[in-house]
């Protein structure tokens, strides 16, 4: 006897990362994606974009944002199929993809070696990406409230918020 | 005036674009074909016998690969001395590993470890290290009675500073003006907290080969550990960068061991990842430090005696804590000239999870217990902190006893002229209004001031070697050990190599940090890089460019020595004549290859003092940092951003803020840790920075050919006591430990029922 086809329910979420569309097969199997998946979790294990961190895994760290849609979110604290039909931005996204080049926000980063170990930088540099969006040129103490959820543990402020001035003053330059 | 091309020039560091592009790889960034996912059943109990173990259901679970128990891991050792098993059959703290799974994948090992049945036999738990050593306290191990460990067995060398007993204390009794005796401590056991928690993969080639990808701060002296422990196991290990250290993941044994015993038994590549939660309550903190001390001072500030007792609690095992208590000996010496000591350290265990190294390496735990009793005898002789450091603090030409047990006479600077410099740019003179009195007081704020002196005679600790590989086509490589944990010191040496041989930084680089290509490298420890690391890799590339002269020397028909080397071409020095690039000595199929080798030398302390001013809400108790001021003389700046990116590191990684809120708080009727996670444990965010500046002189040092010593490590260590003191004389209540948490003002106010402080209201 033929068995009949099952017609097989594939539901799928489908986020655009870094100007890609991605289309991912909802389910618990080793290639496909589960609905308890974290953003994060997706980022990294299935796109292979690792300069997004995990720290706390707890949304307190700061160390996995990224923009959605323009603006900061942490990607530990939202589930993938949370994210489905929206733009996602990671570190690997900054910067122009046709000449390579990076954003002024990093360069400045660069300029004043404004990270140590470097872990919570992707993160930082997101969260200030994302002010800038909104806010082109902030107050020092603007910085300091937008970034006050990163956790920088080798103590990198003071070098970050010269950066982000920086960068904010040459944007407006 | 810099006559440098590189050196104390701010360059962008060699990592920036792969950091800021997310490009960097960490451990935990890393995967490797096959990879399983290693995951650490812990144990709920702080002390317990483990009665038995079921894994039959867990090892059923569809994508487990290993269960192990104690009965089955291998019979690894680590610790001072060696009683740390990978698994055991006895827990001795809220966390303890109990079993190992490795898994296709994380959720799968996670929903294993909850399938495992263990039956324990509770064991009464000890906490205060007092109460350790009483008679008949909860003893931990078999082979410590009274929960005292062992002094130091060959920790740096054969004879170990274990206690600092000089001169005579009955002579510094008769000379005193004025002694005074108390009880100070510094067990609030903050977490360094790196923001990538412990991370590793393991992989066997065959049976005989382990290869390790740590997260670590010493990926060699691992290698070298590791081989002494495991025996005829051919060990490498290949570091990466470190998503920071502060000095915690240096001896990185406790999470390699379980990874490595599972990669053994599955025969595949095991990452072990902790989670955040198992880095604050499993992994290692800063040790507790409880001084019981007497000191005797002249009116003059003469220090004529001191004598205490150092409790230092390391928690459930010791990683290194015979060595810290060396360290903090010998640091003692520097920022006290004293004749007469009788100093008796006892490092005991406890059931709570265990200490470790951290920044600062001993002397910060004691410094942050010993300089706040000084204090209450500087305030007897009415002396001004900053005098009584600068007359104190070590000068050239003074001895002290080192870690490794021996006499080293300082060759360095008298750092009075950077403490002096330190006092004007923060206004010392105008905040200072004398022991137990406010700056200033705007209604319930009250303001105070307070300095913190410290130093270590490590920035020439242990040996380093490197290879300097010099291509006919201009380039030079670095063969080097040396793992990136932030400083920039990969970048550094470069810069080193790079002023040596005058060709641009773009053309020197590093190896990767392989045990199986490059040298011994003990590791950025101690404040070592600059000196120790970059010795080695100086001497490396002056070795290679003699080498290069001596196959150019025949082109010019002159001796090597007359020489010089600029952007790839070499010219005979102070004549215009021909400029004939490497390849003309080197050929295109050779290379030269220079060796330099680094060894110990103690004779260069560093310094480093931090002035702190505080602000108290005598009304709510809270206590804001307003200022900071550090002071310090490098000798010679080699990266002026990264010097003082490592100086601002003084408020956090268990520095300046383990006086103000860090704290790991342990519940003592459970012994479980009761904030393990990073709301409940406090740090310090960017809306809270408080003004930083720093005084950095440059007097030359008798280093290496640059004159520069490292401070990276000391930056934090002078702050905690610098803060107690500041909120001390903010509220006119003399404070005796740590964090200065807003209960605690409060109580010393008398705002709060419970033990008061001393002194003037």
């Not at chain 2, 150092?310 to 010496?333: D, H, K, P, R, Y």
């Not at chain 2, 080397?565 to 010219?571: K, M, N, Q």
């Not at chain 2, 409940?680 to 030359?700: G, S």
């Not at chain 2, 008798?702 to 401070?711: D, E, I, K, Q, Y």
Request: glycine share 10%; net charge negative.
């Amino acid at each position: 006897m033929t068995p009949t086809p099952v017609e097989p329910s594939c539901p799928t979420v489908t986020l655009t990362v870094n100007g890609t569309t991605h289309s991912f097969i909802l389910g618990e199997g080793s290639h496909e994606i589960s609905p308890s998946h974290t953003l994060v979790d997706t980022l990294r294990e299935r796109l292979g974009l690792t300069g997004t961190k995990i720290s706390c895994d707890h949304g307190a760290c700061g160390c996995c944002t990224v923009l959605m849609e323009g603006k900061a979110v942490l990607s530990c604290m939202l589930l993938t199929v949370e994210c489905a039909g929206k733009e996602i931005t990671t570190i690997e996204g900054l910067g122009d993809t046709v000449t390579g080049s990076v954003d002024p926000l990093q360069q400045s980063f660069i300029d004043h070696t404004a990270f140590q170990c470097g872990f919570c930088t992707p993160g930082v540099i997101m969260s200030a990406k994302a002010l800038l969006n909104e806010n082109p040129d902030p107050t020092r103490e603007e910085v300091q409230a937008a970034l006050s959820g990163n956790f920088c543990r080798c103590n990198s402020h003071y070098h970050v918020l010269d950066a982000v001035l920086a960068a904010a003053g040459g944007a407006n330059k | 005036m810099n006559k440098y091309r590189f050196i104390g020039r701010s360059t962008p560091r060699k990592d920036a674009l792969d950091i800021v592009t997310g490009k960097t790889k960490f451990a935990g960034d890393l995967s490797l074909p096959g990879m399983l996912y290693g995951k650490v059943l812990r144990s709920p109990l702080p002390h317990a016998l483990v009665k038995s173990i079921d894994t039959t259901e867990a090892a059923r679970l569809p994508g487990v690969k290993a269960v192990l128990t104690y009965q089955e891991v291998p019979d690894w050792m680590g610790g001072v001395p060696l009683h740390v098993r990978v698994l055991d059959h006895k827990v001795r703290f809220v966390g303890d590993p109990v079993a190992l799974v490795a898994a296709e994948t994380e959720d799968i090992g996670e929903e294993a470890l909850r399938l495992i049945k263990v039956e324990y036999e509770p064991l009464p738990a000890v906490y205060d290290v007092e109460e350790a050593l009483q008679p008949g306290a909860p003893r931990l191990y078999e082979q410590f009675p009274g929960n005292v460990l062992p002094r130091g067995i060959r920790v740096f060398g054969p004879h170990p500073l274990q206690e600092l007993v000089t001169g005579d204390i009955e002579r510094g009794v008769a000379e005193a003006d004025f002694i005074v005796e108390g009880t100070c401590a510094y067990e609030n056991i903050p977490n360094p907290l790196p923001p990538e928690s412990p991370s590793v993969i393991a992989a066997w080639e065959g049976t005989d080969t382990l290869t390790v990808w740590p997260a670590s701060q010493g990926p060699h002296m691992l290698k070298v550990t590791l081989q002494r422990w495991l025996g005829s196991i051919n060990v490498r290990t290949i570091g990466s960068p470190v998503g920071g250290s502060y000095g915690s993941k240096y001896m990185t044994w406790q999470y390699v061991f379980p990874a490595a015993a599972l990669a053994q038994k599955t025969g595949r590549p095991v990452k072990l990842c902790y989670s955040r939660a198992e880095h604050l309550a499993a992994f290692t903190v800063r040790l507790g430090s409880r001084l019981h001390g007497r000191v005797g001072l002249k009116k003059d500030g003469t220090v004529t005696f001191f004598s205490g007792d150092w409790l230092v609690n390391t928690g459930a095992f010791s990683e290194i804590a015979q060595g810290m208590v060396a360290v903090g000996c010998g640091e003692a010496q520097l920022a006290i000239r004293c004749a007469n000591w009788d100093l008796r350290p006892q490092v005991v265990c406890t059931n709570r999870t265990p200490s470790g190294q951290v920044r600062g390496f001993g002397g910060q735990e004691l410094k942050c217990a010993l300089l706040p009793l000084l204090t209450m005898a500087m305030e007897k002789a009415g002396l001004d902190p900053v005098e009584f450091f600068k007359k104190n603090y070590v000068k050239p030409g003074d001895g002290y006893y080192w870690r490794d047990g021996n006499w080293w006479v300082s060759r360095g600077t008298d750092y009075a002229a950077a403490m002096e410099k330190g006092a004007a740019t923060f206004g010392w003179r105008e905040k200072w209004k004398g022991w137990l009195v406010p700056t200033s007081q705007d209604g319930e704020r009250r303001r105070g001031v307070g300095v913190g002196v410290h130093g270590n005679a490590d920035v020439g600790e242990d040996v380093s070697e490197a290879f300097v590989r010099l291509d006919p086509d201009g380039t030079a490589t670095i063969h080097s050990g040396l793992a990136e944990h932030g400083t920039g010191q990969r970048s550094n040496i470069c810069k080193m190599v790079a002023e040596i041989l005058q060709i641009p930084l773009e053309r020197v680089s590093v190896t990767a940090c392989d045990s199986r290509i490059n040298p011994f490298e003990f590791g950025p420890v101690g404040s070592r890089g600059t000196y120790a690391i970059g010795g080695a890799v100086i001497a490396a590339a002056e070795d290679a460019k003699r080498q290069l002269f001596e196959l150019m020397a025949p082109h010019f028909g002159v001796q090597p020595e007359d020489l010089a080397t600029e952007d790839g071409l070499v010219y005979v020095q102070g004549k215009t004549g021909p400029r004939l690039p490497w390849i003309k000595g080197m050929r295109y199929f050779g290379t030269c290859l220079g060796r330099g080798r680094f060894q110990p030398d103690f004779t260069l302390p560093n310094f480093m003092m931090i002035f702190t001013e505080v602000e108290v809400d005598t009304g709510t108790g809270k206590v804001d940092l307003i200022r900071v001021v550090g002071a310090t003389d490098v000798g010679q700046i080699i990266d002026p951003l990264s010097l003082t990116n490592q100086l601002n590191g003084c408020l956090g990684s268990a520095g300046i803020d383990s006086a103000l809120f860090e704290e790991t708080v342990l519940d003592t009727r459970l012994g479980r840790i009761m904030n393990a996670n990073m709301i409940d444990y406090k740090w310090r965010t960017f809306a809270e920075l408080p003004a930083m500046e720093h005084v950095i002189l440059e007097t030359p040092l008798p280093s290496h050919r640059f004159h520069a010593v490292g401070v990276g490590e000391i930056a934090p260590s002078p702050g905690p006591s610098a803060v107690l003191m500041a909120v001390s004389n903010a509220i006119g209540v003399r404070l005796t430990d740590y964090p200065l948490t807003p209960d605690k003002i409060l109580r010393a106010l008398g705002k709060l029922p419970g033990a008061p402080g001393r002194g003037k209201r």
